[in-house]
């Protein structure tokens, strides 16, 4: 979804319809571009992991995922180069930062983040039913095709708010929900919520951290929590072994 999100966001600020946009005030092409450039890799992933037949393991679309991913950093790639002039700006808003940020943004992000909050929380039940798998979904009444379409159509809108506003924050969206779960249990009654609390938390403590760290620069939050996105791995994939054996 970022990555396609990056895209997007990035052929509009080259090209030239939102310069100025992504450090001084968010213009509406900006989360517009980003929504549907979202929900473009999210159906080409889709689409490249139908190739290999009707069973889409999700080993299948990890590896759909990162083709899809690939093909579209080439294209960003591109876009950069044929547009140097603005690509100060582009690369500013990749590596993510909210200093620019302000209540403009705020109020122009919120209704797309209020609107995937609430879908997402009033479907957490379902989210623990179809980790069980579709067809004990269905013998239960559940429709998991529609509900699978309606999250991934409203995480791709609250993704694209995010990094509208933001730039590509990575790592985020992985290393918040991972340890409320280690914490917290497996159910996504309880994941949910406590990711959105804990997740915005750790945004502003790596807000903090990049502002401080190297004063009066700023490194990039995006910077931030790639260096702590790493060790968070290593740490995943120790435990995993442990649970295993």
Known sequence: MAAGAGLAVTAVIALGAGVGG?????????PLAAFVGSLGAVGMTYLLGAAGGRDRSPATLI????????????GQTYLLQQNSDNIQQVYSWLLGRLATAGWRDVRLVLPYAVLTAVVVLLHRRELDVLSVGDDEAASLGLH????????????????????????????????????????????????????????????????????????????????????????????????????LT
């Open 22 to 30: 992504a450090l001084t005030g968010l213009p509406v092409t900006i």
């Open 63 to 74: 590896l759909s995922g990162v083709a899809v991913s690939a093909f579209l950093a080439a």
């Open 144 to 243: 998991p095709q529609c509900s699978r379409y309606l999250l991934i159509a409203a995480a791709s809108l609250g993704t694209a708010a995010a990094v509208s506003a933001s730039g590509l924050i990575g790592f985020v969206g992985i290393i918040v929900p991972h340890t409320v779960r280690l914490l917290a249990g497996s159910s996504y009654r309880v994941i949910l919520p406590l990711s959105m609390l804990f997740g915005g938390a750790f945004l502003a403590l790596t807000d903090v951290v990049a502002r401080t760290a190297a004063a009066p620069a700023e490194i990039p939050i995006g910077v931030v929590t790639a260096l702590l996105g790493g060790p968070f791995f290593v740490l995943v994939l120790r435990t995993s072994r442990r649970v």
